[in-house]
């Protein structure tokens, strides 16, 4: 999602359906990605990560998929549950010694 | 393993005032960070260190200095600060430099009146 001002995009999603979050990424020669959750009042926490080399990495309950031809990312959360409901950072590695770059976030909010 | 810790966690300043954040990791990180992030808005990248020893600017270091301590301490300190310097102050640590991994501790909320 895109940020608009001040205001994160926010995705609503019914408890027990699949939640997409998606994440555009900035830099064609990006080769390493990392999908964040930060709860209200925390500290982001590593979710999943994926290198360029792959299209799709599996982890529980969570998927990752990249499009490297779009520069597109996604965040695929199965069976969403209310503890799921945090902003969503996507962070991507540009070449060269420098530290990750993040988006600016996706807030999900699960409707019990 | 405490991860990343922060002090304070909360703090209220007036404009002029000076304070110094305290960060400290226990994961034999090499590389540590300061990041600030303003309400919907993302993070933003005040300044890093890839090693102890060494400390580099990142996309917001105006009105901020760092100090690497030592391998497990990194303090960030605002000289004067102004209330556009309210926000949450995340520190962050990593295996290397280079996009590696972060690891992120709980957040300073900060207040400048």
């Known amino acids: 999602g895109e940020s608009v001002g001040l205001h994160l995009p926010t995705l609503s999603v019914q408890e027990g359906d699949n939640s997409i979050i998606n994440c555009a990424y900035s830099?064609?020669?990006?080769?390493?990605f990392i999908w964040y959750k930060q709860e209200s009042g925390k500290g982001p926490q590593f979710i999943i990560d994926?290198?360029?080399?792959?299209d799709k990495r599996q982890g529980q309950r969570v998927t990752v998929l990249l499009n490297k031809t779009v520069k597109h990312l996604s965040l695929q959360i199965a069976a969403t549950q209310p503890g799921d409901s945090a902003v969503y950072f996507c962070?991507?590695?540009?070449?060269?010694?420098?530290?990750?770059?993040f988006g600016k976030g996706t807030r999900l909010s699960v409707i019990a | 393993n405490a991860g990343v810790t922060q002090t304070p966690k909360f703090q209220v300043l007036k404009t002029g005032q000076s304070m110094t954040l305290q960060c400290a990791q226990d994961?034999?990180?090499?590389?540590m960070y300061w990041y600030r992030q303003d309400p919907g808005m993302g993070l933003r990248l005040i300044y890093y260190s890839a090693s102890e020893g060494t400390t580099d600017k990142g996309e917001v270091p105006n009105g901020y200095n760092v100090s690497r301590l030592n391998k497990r301490e990194f303090s960030l300190r605002l000289e004067s600060a102004a209330p556009s310097q309210t926000s949450v102050y995340f520190c962050?640590?990593?295996?290397?430099?280079?996009?590696?991994?972060?690891?992120f501790g709980p957040g300073t909320r900060l207040t400048v009146l």
């Open positions: 962050a640590s990593s295996e290397a430099s280079g996009g590696a991994t972060q690891y």
């Open positions: 830099n064609s020669a990006s080769d390493y």
């Open positions: 994961m034999n990180h090499n590389s």
């Open positions: 994926i290198r360029s080399n792959m």
């Open positions: 962070a991507e590695r540009f070449p060269g010694n420098t530290p990750l770059v």
